[in-house]
């Protein structure tokens, strides 16, 4: 039985950005859209996570009681969520690292593959958190974190390396699953080696079904994109845009600010792919092909052709 109490934890902050212009767009069209779907499945998704895990990537322990074997998650995680804001604990020990980096990577993974991204930070320290109710130091910094973090990203704060210090090294405290950015800020990796979503038996369709999504943004906020030419509508036939947004797509739009998250978005995807190239390209060998490229499935980063944004064209296929 838990104590309640405040209690010293890793805490992570996270809000879905764009939130608020999606729902007064759903508010004035109808509850038949993509949109809506897209967000009744979202906060849907969280309300199930907040109650019981779905099971999917999760970290479970066994406690042998005398009513038989306990499963719980390692870590202890707690989540709540309000709206587009969501708040989740964990013990602050390793494992507690542990659970936390997993249950937000999984809420981000999850979001990414239908349309919704994140950004948040993960601190360590007091907090109170049972049920409903919470409050605390590491909550407030938790906050200040996700202010900071301006691209779709979640910061890992200083104080966590410090704690853990004797850890650094060891998954997740390593290269793949934390770095640092341009600006010198960590973050946890958006897209991390074999990190399937629940959609996807795999770790590449899992990318596949990501990049569709940037591409989609990407050209829905670049000024530079009007209308929905030929060259978008052969794209969508790898995008499936139409099913996933909307039977009526517009690129007349544009909005430079919402772009610059976009473009953060690429660079992570693109910085994803050139990482882990041995695997995505060779499933695991280095095979040479006559034509002196890797043989193998091939992902094509994403790129701006001088038209659009869509993914380099290589050996005359798009993926």
Same mark, same amino acid.
């Given at each position: 039985?838990?104590?309640?109490?405040?209690?010293?934890?890793?805490?992570?902050?996270?809000?879905?950005?764009?939130?608020?212009?999606?729902?007064?767009?759903?508010?004035? &069209?109808?509850?038949?859209?993509?949109?809506?779907?897209?967000?009744?499945?979202? #906060?849907?998704? #969280? /309300?199930?996570?907040?109650?019981?895990?779905?099971?999917? /990537?999760?970290?479970?322990?066994?406690?042998?009681?005398?009513?038989?074997? !306990?499963?719980?998650? @390692?870590?202890?995680?707690?989540?709540?969520?309000?709206?587009? =804001?969501?708040?989740?604990?964990?013990?602050?020990?390793?494992?507690?690292?542990?659970?936390? =980096?997993?249950?937000?990577?999984? #809420?981000?993974?999850?979001?990414? =593959?239908?349309?919704?991204?994140?950004?948040?930070?993960?601190?360590?320290?007091?907090?109170?958190?049972?049920?409903?109710?919470?409050?605390?130091?590491?909550?407030?910094?938790? +906050?200040? !974190?996700?202010?900071?973090?301006?691209?779709? %990203?979640?910061?890992?704060?200083?104080?966590?390396?410090?704690? @853990?210090?004797?850890?650094?090294?060891?998954?997740?405290?390593?290269?793949?699953?934390?770095?640092?950015?341009?600006?010198?800020?960590?973050?946890?990796?958006?897209?991390?080696?074999?990190?399937?979503?629940?959609?996807?038996?795999?770790?590449?369709?899992?990318? #596949? *079904?990501?990049?569709?999504?940037? !591409?989609?943004? @990407?050209?829905?906020?670049?000024? %530079?994109?009007?209308?929905?030419? &030929?060259?978008?509508?052969?794209?969508?036939?790898?995008?499936? $845009?139409?099913?996933?947004?909307?039977?009526?797509?517009?690129?007349?739009?544009?909005?430079? /600010?919402? +772009?610059?998250?976009?473009?953060? +978005?690429?660079?992570?995807?693109? %910085?994803?792919? %050139? *990482?882990?190239?041995?695997?995505?390209?060779?499933?695991?060998?280095?095979?040479?092909?006559?034509?002196?490229?890797?043989?193998?499935?091939?992902?094509?980063?994403?790129?701006?052709?001088? *038209?659009? $944004?869509?993914?380099?064209?290589? @050996?005359? *296929?798009?993926?």
């Amino acid at each position: 039985m838990i104590k309640k109490g405040i209690e010293t934890r890793f805490v992570a902050f996270l809000d879905i950005l764009g939130f608020k212009e999606l729902v007064k767009k759903i508010e004035a &069209e109808s509850e038949d859209g993509q949109d809506y779907e897209r967000v009744t499945w979202a #906060l849907d998704f #969280l /309300h199930e996570e907040s109650k019981e895990s779905n099971g999917h /990537h999760d970290l479970n322990i066994y406690e042998l009681t005398s009513d038989g074997l !306990l499963e719980k998650e @390692l870590g202890d995680p707690r989540l709540n969520y309000i709206s587009d =804001c969501i708040i989740i604990s964990a013990e602050g020990s390793f494992d507690g690292f542990k659970a936390i =980096c997993n249950k937000v990577t999984k #809420l981000s993974i999850q979001g990414a =593959c239908a349309g919704i991204y994140m950004r948040g930070g993960i601190t360590y320290g007091k907090i109170y958190h049972h049920g409903p109710i919470l409050f605390g130091t590491a909550y407030q910094r938790a +906050l200040e !974190l996700e202010d900071g973090a301006s691209t779709p %990203r979640v910061l890992v704060d200083d104080v966590v390396c410090e704690v @853990l210090s004797e850890h650094i090294g060891v998954f997740p405290l390593n290269g793949h699953a934390i770095r640092a950015d341009d600006d010198g800020k960590k973050y946890l990796l958006n897209y991390p080696l074999g990190y399937e979503s629940g959609f996807d038996s795999s770790w590449i369709d899992t990318l #596949l *079904r990501v990049k569709a999504s940037i !591409l989609y943004f @990407l050209n829905k906020f670049d000024v %530079r994109v009007c209308g929905f030419g &030929e060259e978008l509508r052969r794209l969508d036939q790898f995008c499936y $845009w139409k099913e996933r947004y909307s039977l009526s797509l517009n690129f007349d739009g544009g909005d430079e /600010h919402v +772009l610059k998250k976009y473009i953060w +978005l690429k660079k992570e995807f693109n %910085r994803t792919l %050139r *990482r882990y190239s041995r695997v995505i390209n060779a499933r695991h060998q280095m095979r040479i092909s006559p034509y002196g490229v890797q043989s193998g499935p091939r992902i094509a980063p994403i790129s701006w052709n001088g *038209r659009i $944004w869509a993914p380099e064209k290589e @050996l005359g *296929r798009y993926r």
